[in-house]
């Protein structure tokens, strides 16, 4: 029968009239840069986050690097983040001609190992990027205590948590600022590239706003070199539309975790994601660790053989990436735990609306390859 990944077909179907209406009403207006619809998307982002200020942008790499130069972070600055992420988390670093300095991940949960933070800090260093990769939130509170006392900025990339929490806080609200991705995968997709600020800080999100509409205080008078990152009015009309379903959505994909759980327990040779007590999780991703990249590949490919769809995150850590061949004076760093999920972490799929038929089917493949 087969499994997707990912079913946004039936996302469409359940909304579809709804969806339709909105980006009816958008094309009738024939208004697509800005105004009340994007505003009332910020204002309804920031007030599910709990933050004061929501600003959106094109997508969540730009999200990100509003951010970092927003806060002045650039040459000469270290920034510290994750080698286990998508590559935009770093990307943006090295964008504003920062360094990225990585810290190991800790098993099980695959978030930034915060006890080996403080060994990476110098004086260079002047923020920290962590991210709650595959929508489990980072242990903020001893992160935040040790940037508090080394002085350093603390920026969320929350592009896979939107929804999560940490202490009853939600993803978003943690830090100095924050950034979210709606491509269509993510918790919360638009159809197309999105991506949205969130912070506290009143000026940060003025500077963030400004740079995203080509630094401009007034039109045709710039006081920056800004960028163009602006979200389209069709893309917030739809995600004004699906929003109120996120919680109910993210409640789902729990649920389905929670059979996973079930169904694999106990299981030998298949490593299921360490969950924490701190918060709540919302699985953008329901990853596994396979005992060998050779087993990854063999359930992978049993799986893919019954229809079932699944993909490695992440084939290789960051830090390994040849990119940084280019970076001036960069030293590999040894990072065992991350480097020890390359070509071994991949998805189930763990999406709402998933049945237990579909869950029972996926781990009949995987168990069956597991022999
Ligand atoms: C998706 C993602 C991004 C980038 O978002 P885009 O909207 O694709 O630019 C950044 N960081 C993480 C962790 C992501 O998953």
């Given at each position: 029968?087969?499994?997707?990944?990912?079913?946004?077909?039936?996302?469409?179907?359940?909304?579809?009239?709804?969806?339709?209406?909105?980006?009816?009403?958008?094309?009738?207006?024939?208004?697509?840069?800005?105004?009340?619809?994007?505003?009332?998307?910020?204002?309804?982002?920031?007030?599910?986050?709990?933050?004061?200020?929501?600003?959106?942008?094109?997508?969540?790499?730009?999200?990100?690097?509003?951010?970092?130069?927003?806060?002045?972070?650039?040459?000469?600055?270290?920034?510290?983040?994750?080698?286990?992420?998508?590559?935009?988390?770093?990307?943006?670093?090295?964008?504003?001609?920062?360094?990225?300095?990585?810290?190991?991940?800790?098993?099980?949960?695959?978030?930034?190992?915060?006890?080996?933070?403080?060994?990476?800090?110098?004086?260079?260093?002047?923020?920290?990027?962590?991210?709650?990769?595959?929508?489990?939130?980072?242990?903020?509170?001893?992160?935040?205590?040790?940037?508090?006392?080394?002085?350093?900025?603390?920026?969320?990339?929350?592009?896979?948590?939107?929804?999560?929490?940490?202490?009853?806080?939600?993803?978003?609200?943690?830090?100095?600022?924050?950034?979210?991705?709606?491509?269509?995968?993510?918790?919360?997709?638009?159809?197309?590239?999105?991506?949205?600020?969130?912070?506290?800080?009143?000026?940060?999100?003025?500077?963030?706003?400004?740079?995203?509409?080509?630094?401009?205080?007034?039109?045709?008078?710039?006081?920056?070199?800004?960028?163009?990152?602006?979200?389209?009015?069709?893309?917030a009309a739809i995600l004004?539309?699906?929003?109120?379903?996120?919680?109910?959505?993210?409640?789902?994909?729990?649920?389905?975790?929670?059979?996973?759980?079930?169904?694999?327990?106990?299981?030998?040779?298949?490593?299921?994601?360490?969950?924490?007590?701190?918060?709540?999780?919302?699985?953008?991703?329901?990853?596994?660790?396979a005992e060998s990249a050779?087993?990854?590949?063999?359930?992978?490919?049993?799986?893919?053989?019954?229809?079932?769809?699944?993909?490695?995150?992440?084939?290789?850590?960051?830090?390994?990436?040849?990119?940084?061949?280019?970076?001036?004076?960069?030293?590999?760093?040894?990072?065992?735990?991350?480097?020890?999920?390359?070509?071994?972490?991949?998805?189930?799929?763990?999406?709402?609306?998933?049945?237990?038929?579909?869950?029972?089917?996926?781990?009949?493949?995987?168990?069956?390859?597991?022999?």
């Open positions: 029968m087969g499994v997707p990944l990912l079913d946004l077909k039936a996302q469409y179907r359940e909304l579809k009239t709804e969806l339709d209406a909105a980006i009816g009403e958008v094309m009738e207006n024939a208004s697509f840069i800005g105004g009340p619809k994007v505003a009332a998307l910020e204002a309804e982002i920031a007030s599910y986050c709990g933050t004061a200020h929501a600003v959106a942008c094109a997508n969540g790499t730009d999200a990100l690097f509003l951010i970092m130069a927003a806060l002045g972070i650039g040459k000469g600055d270290e920034v510290i983040t994750t080698p286990f992420t998508f590559w935009a988390t770093v990307e943006c670093i090295a964008h504003v001609g920062a360094t990225p300095v990585f810290v190991d991940i800790e098993p099980g949960t695959y978030n930034i190992d915060v006890s080996q933070l403080e060994a990476a800090i110098t004086p260079r260093t002047k923020a920290i990027l962590p991210v709650h990769i595959f929508g489990q939130c980072v242990d903020m509170d001893p992160l935040l205590e040790i940037a508090e006392r080394h002085g350093l900025i603390v920026i969320e990339d929350a592009c896979q948590a939107i929804g999560a929490t940490y202490k009853g806080k939600r993803a978003g609200s943690l830090a100095r600022a924050a950034a979210f991705s709606f491509f269509p995968s993510k918790n919360l997709g638009c159809a197309g590239d999105g991506g949205i600020i969130t912070t506290d800080d009143a000026e940060l999100a003025a500077r963030a706003r400004k740079l995203a509409s080509h630094g401009t205080s007034k039109k045709y008078y710039h006081d920056a070199f800004g960028t163009n990152s602006r979200l389209d009015t069709l893309q004004s539309v699906k929003l109120p379903h996120l919680d109910r959505w993210n409640a789902e994909r729990r649920a389905a975790a929670a059979v996973y759980g079930e169904l694999l327990s106990g299981v030998a040779g298949l490593e299921l994601p360490a969950m924490r007590e701190y918060g709540e999780a919302v699985y953008h991703l329901f990853i596994v660790k050779e087993a990854a590949e063999r359930i992978m490919t049993a799986m893919k053989e019954e229809g079932i769809g699944t993909a490695l995150y992440y084939p290789v850590a960051l830090h390994e990436q040849d990119a940084f061949a280019t970076l001036e004076g960069w030293v590999r760093p040894s990072l065992p735990v991350a480097e020890s999920c390359d070509a071994r972490t991949f998805a189930l799929p763990c999406f709402p609306g998933i049945t237990r038929a579909q869950q029972e089917e996926v781990v009949a493949a995987v168990k069956g390859a597991l022999g």
